[in-house]
Each structure stands twice: as structure tokens, then as C-alpha cells.
């Protein structure tokens, strides 16, 4: 574990505009009207992933599919990768057509261990940022072992609480695809089968962590009518292609619980909101 700690305080910045196509290419995938938007418009929360994005080459890449690690994130002994969850920050708008500017900061590298064995907690905060306004987000990754035997997901019960909001969905590897190629998402774990099955231990293709994060937040803002202020979201478990997916949520005053449960009624993901 020697030398990790190198990496905290490492930083990269990027420029990019945020263009039309991208989002409504968004909305397409969400199977929305992808009219819905245009320039001058604000963006929905978390359609930033789409810009400023890791544009790393195809020399650079590592098996998974992932940048290698040693030029932003630090070298480290683990090569299985996860988003974990994280925080995020709403102040006034990031607006479609504008430009706008991600710096991003290695908070801090902390080994762990966990129920699976060691592993590596990396803590990385963006600043996207335009002319009028800006999302602060501190996302959690965590670093594994890989996996020598498949994944056997505990068997949990549903949670009793009733939610005043809810909806179901199936993702498809369409719609996979679609967010990888959009947010520049080359883990193959979301679209190449063989490779999830038989390197990283999966019974199919993951759905993306930040897809179901985008979906409850989506939900919030539809269902409550008013924008975010705040995000935090944990993923607690990972679903998979073609099975259902339930989004849940409801509001209580500024602020709403949400969670997305999979197709056992397990909580998969679980967020609070805070709206405007």
C-alpha cells in the first residue's frame, strides 16, 4: 500500500460546452421527447457527467475498460473499480450552449477492509462550473480484489415503509449502451457479457450506479416539481440487464427519500434530496 498517499491533492481540469445534442441524446436514452430541450435551458441534475469528460486514449486504457491508474487517480494494488456513491451540490444553473469548466481534486486514498477483504476508498471532488452556476460533487470509489468465485447477492427483505412516489422500469443493453457512450463509460461490466460473467464474477451486465442515481434524481425533481439543491446517494447492491428496477421516493417538506429497489425488492441504491 506504500506510495498511494502520492496521489492525494493530485488535480486535472477540463473545458468543454455543453452542447444540445448530448442532452437530448439524454433524454432519448430516459426514453423522453428528446425536443424537451435546447439551448438556454438548464441542465436536469446529474446530465453534467456527459461533459467535461475523461477523454483518455485507447493506448491508455485497462482491461476493464477504465483509464489506466498513475496519471490522475494513484497507482493502487486493487484493479476492480465501483462508484460507491456520493455527494453532490446545486448552486444556481449550469445552462445548455454554455461553457463549462470540471477541476477536479484527489481528496483522499484511505485502505479499508471491508466484508470481501481489503480495499481502497478513493475520494475525488469535482467543481463543474459555468457563468451562472455550479455543482460541487465529491464522488467515492472503491478498489477491490477481483472476484475468484460468482457473486451470490444475499437474499434481503423489502423495506416496509411506504413511499409516495413510484415507478418501474427494465433497462436493456440498449439503454446501457446509450449511458456509457454518452458519459464516456468504458467499463465493460455495462455492455460486454462475456467479460462480466467470467472476470468480474457478475450474473450479467451492471446497470451503472450514476444511471440509477440520474433516475432518482430525475424522479424528485418530476414528481415534487421543484429543482435540487442537494444529492447524496450510496449504492448498496448492483442490478442488473433486464431485470426491473423501482424507483421510490417521497417528499417531506425541502427535502425527499429516495431509493431504488431491485427486481427482489432489495434497496439497491438509497439518496436523499434536497430541493429548492
Known sequence: MEGMARGVGRTEEVVDRASAALASA????????????????????LFHWMYCRELALGSRLDVDGHQKRGDFLPALPFS????????????GSLRIGEQIRRRSTVRSVTPKTGRSGPLVLVTVEHRISSAEGEVVEEQDLVFLERPTKPLVL????????????????????????????????????????????????????????????????????????RPLRALTFRARRPMFVERAITLQGRQAGESAGLRALDETGAVAMSAEATLA
Open 26 to 45: 439524454m433524454l432519448a436514452t430516459l426514453d423522453r421527447d428528446p425536443r424537451a430541450l435546447g439551448d438556454g435551458d438548464s441542465l436536469p441534475p
Open 80 to 91: 476492480r473499480r465501483m462508484w460507491a456513491g456520493g455527494r453532490l451540490a446545486f448552486e
Open 154 to 225: 444475499p437474499l434481503v427483505g423489502s423495506p416496509e415503509d411506504e413511499m409516495e412516489w413510484s415507478e418501474s422500469l427494465t433497462p436493456d443493453a440498449a439503454m446501457l449502451f446509450r449511458f456509457s457512450a454518452l458519459t464516456f463509460n468504458a467499463h465493460r461490466i455495462h455492455y460486454d457479457r462475456d467479460y462480466a460473467r467470467e472476470v468480474e464474477m457478475y450474473p450479467d451486465l451492471v446497470v451503472h450506479g450514476p444511471l440509477t442515481a440520474l433516475l432518482l434524481a430525475d424522479l424528485a425533481t418530476r414528481r415534487s416539481g
